[in-house]
Nanobody, 124 residues
Framework: VQLQASGGGLVQAGGSLRLSCAASGTTSSSYTVGWFRQAPGKETEFVAA????????YYADSVKGRFTMSRDNPKNTVCLQMNSLKPEDTAVYYCAAKFRGTVVAVSWDGMDYWGKGTLVTVSS
């Protein structure tokens, strides 16, 4: 399974960005896909997750109400809509997938596949 994240960029505080994660190499819906981020000098942290089979989602408290994760089955893509962005959202964002995972139990080290990151910079 290969994952390709895209959509990062520079945005002012209060603005929006939409990240995409395109999956290839599988047609299975038995995956949970997560978004993680790593800010400079900090550990990688969980942002959001979606279970591909039923679309159930789970969010970190820091992004709840601002970020929305969705999936596009025909395109084999998951998206992260980020609204009301804050400078503290600045980080490299990664998507990762776990076979038969659950949205409430994803962790960076527990995923099976990882994509390269995309940089999000939020200016104040």
């Amino acid at each position: 399974v290969q994952l390709q994240a895209s959509g990062g960029g520079l945005v002012q505080a209060g603005g929006s960005l939409r990240l995409s994660c395109a999956a290839s190499g599988t047609t299975s819906s038995s995956y949970t896909v997560g978004w993680f981020r790593q800010a400079p000098g900090k550990e990688t942290e969980f942002v959001a997750a979606i279970r591909w089979s039923d679309g159930s989602t789970y969010y970190a408290d820091s992004v709840k109400g601002r970020f929305t994760m969705s999936r596009d089955n025909p395109k084999n893509t998951v998206c992260l809509q980020m609204n009301s962005l804050k400078p503290e959202d600045t980080a490299v964002y990664y998507c990762a997938a776990k076979f038969r995972g659950t949205v409430v139990a994803v962790s960076w080290d527990g995923m099976d596949y990882w994509g390269k990151g995309t940089l999000v910079t939020v200016s104040s």
